[in-house]
């Protein structure tokens, strides 16, 4: 893919000196020095808000330093733009992918190249590069029917067909199954291999460990440190991340005898959106005292049931649900939060925070019952004592109750959601990711929340992609996979392995094998055995949909 002449040389391929990034209210980076050599998987650590994401958006032309130069091939450039960077060799994948639902692979990809290529010859070039990097994907296919992994496969393919001498990848193994993390190394190993510099962006340690050469670790902006993962523990590693010892969960024992808080019995739904996943006989208990988690690889229907259990999408069986002994399927978010449930939505802005709100006023947003009305009319002091409150004890880093929403950090900001929520003392949480994205210390802050929640007698429901969250904090452990749940087993009887099987939509349910397929009849899974080893692309026909597409005279199987 390219020549590694530089790697001979001992050139750096990047290099960062002096970079410094000057916001309004906030310094981001501050005189950072950083390198990276021809295959070298370069890994850039550090709490929410150290200055990773400004980094990379300057390395990436979106936006630019306020001092400090970059050196790219042993030549200083500025870079001005992402298409500036590209034709560098610089490709970034974003955490957040941006496929179009009702467009083919070969049509997403198209999209990000110059020009207006040839969609056969692209087909076949992607065809090419999967092959090459074993990162099996049908061209044909539509956006909408591709799973987690395969979708960042489309995401790094599109880099991989402009050639790029430096990847950057951002959180990228956040929604991926433990097989697909796997799969991932391999294809990072074999770029690195062929001279492409790799930056990678993660708060999972023990993947740091493994996979990456060096580290360079950011603190409020500045460089604290530079070490080899592998010479680390996760203990020094933590220490260097967060400047201190990790706090480690204390959890005590389950209430076994704790009531039903939350009952859910035979709940379906169709999904509002014509993409999304039906929910099938959901049937769930959760118990004061008790945390059950839910896993399962993205999008098979933990939206749908968020929205279900949180009143967004009300049910027409009122029985499905059940709130303290309430019948509540039938009734609106402020009426179950009336009935002791209270919610953290997956997506902090826009449906946990309105991004240019007040924190104060995000607060009054579903705390409002927690005596901040007084005939009708908003306490503005309590209003602000309450936010005050939350910052203070969940050590949110902001400017204070009148900081804007989107100014925080994705840690800071989830602290603040979490400890909203809270500070109601609910009889219920349901909880949607709550540690996505978030630095192994605000992580550990918020699971530790939860566990003293239920000590205190919360029923808790957390549902995560994040399997060593699950086993870390919960005392029942279900999965779901095509819309159907799995039984929830006590989490001290389970095993990885087993919660993987799952995943994968097979289980055991009485004594009978359970299948959850989705509607066109494809397992919810990275690892499931409808992608073809590379070199084996074609023919291939993805199991139970049997649509074609056609570019200039050429079907092929979608």
């Not at 560098?88 to 110059?114: D, K, R, Y």
Request: charged share 20%; net charge neutral.
């Amino acid at each position: 893919m390219m020549t590694t002449d530089h790697m001979a040389q001992g050139v750096p391929r990047l290099a960062l000196r002096g970079i410094r990034k000057v916001y309004p209210s906030v310094v981001a980076n501050d005189g950072i020095d950083l390198q990276v050599m021809p295959g070298e998987i370069h890994a850039v650590l550090g709490e929410n808000g150290a200055g990773k994401s400004t980094l990379m958006k300057i390395i990436y032309g979106v936006t630019q330093a306020t001092e400090g130069e970059i050196a790219w091939e042993g030549q200083p450039v500025r870079v001005t733009s992402p298409a500036h960077a590209r034709s560098l060799g610089i490709g970034m994948v974003f955490q957040h992918f941006s496929l179009f639902e009702t467009l083919t692979v070969v049509e997403n990809v198209a999209l990000s190249l110059p020009g207006k290529p040839d969609l056969d010859d692209l087909a076949s070039r992607i065809r090419a590069v999967s092959m090459r990097y074993g990162l099996p994907v049908d061209p044909c296919r539509l956006a909408h029917g591709l799973s987690v992994g395969e979708r960042q496969r489309v995401e790094i393919i599109r880099c991989l067909l402009q050639n790029p001498k430096l990847l950057i990848m951002d959180e990228p193994t956040s929604v991926l199954t433990p097989q697909a993390v796997r799969t991932l190394f391999t294809t990072l190993r074999q770029l690195a291999a062929e001279g492409c510099s790799i930056l990678y962006i993660s708060h999972k340690l023990d993947e740091i460990r493994e996979l990456c050469h060096g580290a360079t670790v950011l603190r409020a902006g500045k460089v604290t440190g530079a070490c080899i993962p592998a010479e680390e523990t996760l203990a020094s590693l933590a220490r260097l991340m967060i400047g201190k010892e990790l706090p480690k969960c204390t959890r005590g024992a389950a209430r076994e005898d704790g009531e039903v808080r939350l009952a859910v019995r035979g709940l379906s739904q169709q999904s509002p959106d014509p993409f999304g996943v039906a929910l099938r006989d959901i049937r769930l208990d959760v118990r004061a005292g008790e945390i059950v988690g839910i896993a399962g690889v993205s999008g098979n229907g933990q939206q749908e049931l968020l929205y279900a259990l949180s009143g967004e999408a009300p049910l027409e069986a009122r029985e499905a649900i059940r709130i303290c002994g309430t019948a509540a399927g039938h009734l609106s978010p402020g009426r179950r939060r009336a009935l002791g449930l209270c919610f953290v939505p997956e997506e902090r802005l826009g449906r946990g925070a309105v991004p240019r709100m007040s924190l104060a006023r995000n607060g009054l947003l579903t705390a409002y019952g927690s005596g901040l009305l007084k005939f009708g009319l908003v306490r503005i002091q309590a209003m602000h004592e309450l936010a005050r409150h939350c910052i203070e004890k969940y050590n949110v880093k902001c400017g204070g109750p009148e900081s804007q929403a989107r100014s925080l950090s994705g840690g800071n900001l989830q602290k603040f959601i979490v400890g909203r929520e809270i500070m109601q003392c609910p009889k219920i949480l349901i909880v949607a990711q709550p540690t996505w994205g978030v630095d192994v210390g605000a992580a550990a802050f918020i699971r530790q929340a939860l566990l003293d929640l239920r000590s205190n007698g919360t029923a808790v429901l957390v549902i995560s992609e994040e399997l060593d969250e699950l086993f870390e904090i919960t005392d029942r452990i279900a999965v779901i996979a095509g819309g159907r749940l799995s039984p929830a087993t006590p989490t001290r009887d389970t095993s990885v392995e087993e919660v993987g099987l799952r995943m994968s939509g097979v289980w055991h349910d009485g004594g009978n094998v359970s299948d959850a397929v989705d509607a066109g009849g494809n397992c919810q899974d990275d690892a499931s055995d409808d992608t073809p080893p590379a070199g084996e692309l074609e023919p291939w026909t993805h199991r139970g949909t049997g649509a074609a597409c056609t570019h200039k005279g050429h079907s092929h199987v979608a």
